[in-house]
Structure formats: C-alpha cells, structure tokens
C-alpha cells in the first residue's frame, strides 16, 4: 500500500463528506506529529507500535569492489517494534 491508497482508505473509514483534501492533512499531520516526536524520544502507538530513535556508531566496513577497509560515519535512524495486536492481526 503507498501513500496514495492509504489516503483512499482513510477518506473511507472517515466517510461521509469527507474530502481527498482533509484525509490527505489528516494523514500528513500524524505523519508530522510522529516525525516531530521522534525528536524528543520514542513514539508509542497503543495497538500499534512503538517507533523509537536510534544512534549507530561509526564501524568499519569494507568495500565490496576493492576490498579496501572503508570508516562508514555514524548516524541516526528508526527501528519500529509492532505492538502484539498489530503481530496478531497479521
């Protein structure tokens, strides 16, 4: 599912008269509100998941072509971990 068909499904479920247009800011300002929050720590969507900030160290890789050793930087990321019920509705 993209972007596209997740704004369709919410336009669904909210129903009514309700437009492309709000389902789209609708689902662009939880997207915002999450993106935002991981700036402050972990996310956690009860029944859904926890979305949580994570560093990763500088290490040393090699390059596949040359075989040369390579430093890769370090840098910063998200992990996501399903809640149980999201595990068992799948």
């Not at 609708?26 to 996310?43: F, S």
């Not at 500088?58 to 890769?72: D, F, H, L, S």
Request: aromatic content about 4%; cysteine-free.
């Amino acid at each position: 599912m993209n972007k596209a068909q997740l704004i369709d499904e919410v336009q669904k479920i909210l129903g009514g008269d309700t437009t492309k247009r709000a389902a789209t800011e609708a689902l662009d300002a939880v997207l915002d509100a999450i993106a935002g929050g991981l700036k402050e720590g972990p996310v956690m969507l009860v029944g859904f998941g926890t979305f949580k900030p994570v560093k990763r160290n500088a290490r040393m890789g090699r390059n596949p072509k040359t075989k040369e050793p390579v430093e890769i930087k370090a840098s910063s990321t998200v992990r996501f971990t399903p809640s149980a019920a999201l595990k068992a509705s799948v």
